[in-house]
T-cell receptor, first 115, second 110 residues
Framework: GAGVSQSPSNKVTEKGKDVELRCDPISGHTALYWYRQSLGQGLEFLIYFQGNSAPDKSGLPSDRFSAERTGGSVSTLTIQRTQQEDSAVYLC?????????????FGPGTRLTVT | GIQVEQSPPDLILQEGANSTLRCNFSDSVNNLQWFHQNPWGQLINLFYIPSGTKQNGRLSATTVATERYSLLYISSSQTTDSGVYFCAVTLPGTASKLTFGTGTRLQVTL
């Protein structure tokens, strides 16, 4: 596609339920990133994929959060047993490769509300 | 960890005015990007500028990496420039994850 796409655009879930968020990177981009934007914390890094492996998971806030990437393309971020503090906009980005010299492009985000 | 501070935090301009947004960072960086987050939440790439000066239409940016700051200039502002402007940096040895600044919220009025 022309840009990074994410689905769903909005998700409302009850506390304790599991959710899956999807990201489709720009075609041909091998690096994929997840970030989170919340009112109190600003924009923060969650996890980075190069191909299907995740060399940097340092931003995942707890073991309730996991992510995978298959076929070097689509990625899914899973949050288990959601809590109210998980409410945020989850943003996905991709870049041509994982090097620092490559620009990252962002998707429109998924707004997650935990009630 | 690195601190990335932006100033001013809020800015209100009349249409047609010029402005300068600043991004200070506390440590050496490999890369710096400027983004505009529009009212719908989309992050739009403005500049990829680890050093030097770039211009794109009414916008230009300058990064002085040795002095640890970057500036974003907006000339002849328009209402469509409203939103939040973020700078984001990549640190040596941290793969390529971005560390975002605190943001500048800009409102351009008629």
């Amino acid at each position: 596609g022309a840009g990074v796409s994410q689905s769903p655009s909005n998700k409302v879930t009850e506390k304790g339920k599991d959710v899956e968020l999807r990201c489709d990177p720009i075609s041909g981009h091998t690096a994929l990133y997840w970030y989170r934007q919340s009112l109190g914390q600003g924009l923060e890094f969650l996890i980075y994929f190069q191909g299907n492996s995740a060399p940097d998971k340092s931003g995942l806030p707890s073991d309730r959060f996991s992510a995978e990437r298959t076929g070097g393309s689509v990625s899914t971020l899973t949050i288990q047993r959601t809590q109210q503090e998980d409410s945020a906009v989850y943003l996905c980005a991709s870049s041509a490769t994982g090097g620092w010299e490559y620009e990252q492009y962002f998707g429109p985000g998924t707004r997650l509300t935990v009630t | 960890g690195i601190q990335v501070e932006q100033s001013p935090p809020d800015l209100i301009l009349q249409e047609g005015a010029n402005s300068t947004l600043r991004c200070n960072f506390s440590d050496s960086v490999n890369n710096l990007q400027w983004f505009h987050q529009n009212p719908w939440g989309q992050l739009i790439n403005l500049f990829y500028i680890p050093s030097g000066t770039k211009q794109n239409g009414r916008l230009s940016a300058t990064t002085v990496a040795t002095e640890r700051y970057s500036l974003l200039y907006i000339s002849s502002s328009q209402t469509t420039d409203s939103g939040v402007y973020f700078c984001a940096v990549t640190l040596p040895g941290t793969a390529s994850k971005l560390t975002f600044g605190t943001g500048t919220r800009l409102q351009v009025t008629l």
